[in-house]
T-cell receptor, first 114, second 114 residues
Framework: AQKITQTQPGMFVQEKEAVTLDCTYDTSDPSYGLFWYKQPSSGEMIFLIYQGSYDQQNATEGRYSLNFQKARKSANLVISASQLGDSAMYFCAMRNTGGFKTIFGAGTRLFVKA | NAGVTQTPKFQVLKTGQSMTLQCAQDMNHEYMSWYRQDPGMGLRLIHYSVGAGITDQGEVPNGYNVSRSTTEDFPLRLLSAAPSQTSVYFC??????WGTGELFFGEGSRLTVL
């Protein structure tokens, strides 16, 4: 069975500093994709970054990078140079390539302090 | 660009009433899904579909029915609403044949069952 675990219910970070949001996953499928989504207080879901299980390099998208450690089954999101607008809920998600269904973790609420 | 459209955005029901949450997408996505979001529990998958005529259960399917008669539409039916179904519901779709498979979300539907 697939499972996503986010162990940090809430985190604080100072503006302009980097922050790491943790995500571990469990799956028996060899082929899968890992995603991070952002949910601001307005409620919409925003796709941030994707990592395929066979990708050799860690994914990066602007200030977002995904620290993918396959052996440890972790897919942590790193946000560099935090901004006040980064204050939001962040969800880690996994999709197995064969079945397509996507499951989510419980989320981490990030607070960026000025 | 309409993307994924959910209706209604807000609904109040009495216990035992039935209703349908509508979801439509105009991106020709094969995959469509319904999630519910509850505080501290992230997004939990209710039902999903990988194409017209094909549906499957997710993590929390009890109390909900779905059907997929067209590629565009994926309605979620509550046959006899219960207070435990008070939640925010998201419809999401993705391609299964190109791109990373990230989900495109509707704006959400807030349901209250009294």
């Amino acid at each position: 069975a697939q499972k996503i675990t986010q162990t940090q219910p809430g985190m604080f970070v100072q503006e302009k500093e980097a922050v790491t949001l943790d995500c571990t996953y469990d799956t028996s499928d060899p082929s899968y994709g890992l995603f991070w989504y952002k949910q601001p207080s307005s409620g919409e879901m925003i796709f941030l970054i994707y990592q395929g299980s066979y990708d050799q390099q860690n994914a990066t998208e602007g200030r977002y990078s995904l620290n993918f450690q396959k052996a440890r089954k972790s897919a942590n999101l790193v946000i560099s140079a935090s901004q006040l607008g980064d204050s939001a809920m962040y969800f880690c998600a996994m999709r197995n390539t064969g079945g397509f269904k996507t499951i989510f973790g419980a989320g981490t609420r990030l607070f960026v302090k000025a | 660009n309409a993307g994924v459209t959910q209706t209604p955005k807000f609904q109040v029901l009495k216990t035992g009433q039935s209703m349908t949450l509508q979801c439509a997408q105009d991106m020709n996505h094969e995959y469509m899904s319904w999630y519910r979001q509850d505080p501290g529990m992230g997004l939990r998958l209710i039902h999903y579909s990988v194409g017209a005529g094909i549906t499957d259960q997710g993590e929390v399917p009890n109390g909900y029915n779905v059907s997929r008669s067209t590629t565009e539409d994926f309605p979620l039916r509550l046959l006899s609403a219960a207070p435990s179904q008070t939640s925010v519901y998201f419809c999401a779709s993705s391609s299964t044949s190109w791109g990373t498979g990230e989900l495109f979300f509707g704006e959400g539907s807030r349901l209250t069952v009294l």
